[in-house]
């Protein structure tokens, strides 16, 4: 069965450095997701991506974070200079299409621990 | 504002028996819900939807409520099994602006004692 791949499992960095997280989404997918969870709270809508564009984005997606598909098969996301509140799980997901009951597939999740 | 949230943070079940997860929000105007079942280390697996002109909705051993009236939100877990054991989200999909943006509730761990 296909499924979205992250890499990598575990990164820790120093407060204002730059971590790129990558994705692997499933190939035939048009539509690409980046969500983060802070130990024990919510999963958080991040940013979606589509056609090489960002389609929506929340509040917290601000101009420290960017994401980008480099090549026909990676989905990136790059935190510029990292800040202790990013620590967190950041969950890649991708969909078929993007109707209202388009299902989206998960991820494992990159742990991010900034220091 | 929107938000997704859930009555009990914990729920502990003995192996067998019928579990019942409960989830509340406060948008009205939502349109499709979802479950998701977080194991440990991993991302949110879909379990059920359900749009907001149904009020049941029953998959593999598992059984989705939906109360408008109360907006209120229950997912059914039938005849419990250890594999059961994990996080379960309930989320809103509402329209925003032409996309549709997924919201997530605070979580609900679930417990299955042998």
């Known amino acids: 069965e296909p499924e979205v791949t992250q890499t990598p499992s575990h990164q820790v960095t120093q407060m204002g450095q730059e971590v790129i997280l990558r994705c692997v989404p499933i190939s035939n997918h048009l539509y690409f997701y980046w969500y983060r969870q802070i130990l024990g709270q919510k999963v958080e809508f991040l940013v979606s991506?589509?056609?090489?564009?960002?389609?929506?984005k929340s509040e917290i997606f601000d101009d420290q974070f960017s994401v980008e598909r480099p090549d026909g098969s990676n989905f990136t996301l790059k935190i510029r200079s990292t800040k202790l509140e990013d620590s967190a799980m950041y969950f890649c997901a991708s969909s078929e299409g993007a109707g209202l009951q388009e299902t989206q597939y998960f991820g494992p999740g990159t742990r991010l621990l900034v220091l | 504002g929107e938000s997704v949230g859930l009555h009990l943070p914990t729920l502990s079940v003995q192996e067998g028996d019928n579990s019942i997860i409960n989830c509340a929000y406060s948008?009205?105007?939502?349109?499709?819900f979802i479950w998701y079942k977080q194991e440990s280390g991993k991302g949110p697996q879909f379990i059920i939807d359900?749009?907001?002109?149904?009020d049941k909705r029953q998959g593999q051993r598992v059984t989705v409520l939906l109360n408008k009236t109360v907006k209120h939100l229950s997912l059914q877990i039938a005849a419990t099994q250890p594999g059961d054991s994990a996080v379960y989200f309930c989320?809103?999909?509402?329209?925003?602006?032409?996309?549709?943006?997924?919201?997530f509730g605070a979580g609900t761990r679930l417990f299955v004692k042998a």
């Open positions: 989320a809103e999909k509402s329209s925003n602006g032409g996309g549709f943006k997924t919201i």
């Open positions: 359900i749009r907001s002109n149904m």
């Open positions: 948008n009205s105007a939502s349109d499709y």
């Open positions: 991506f589509y056609n090489n564009e960002i389609s929506e």
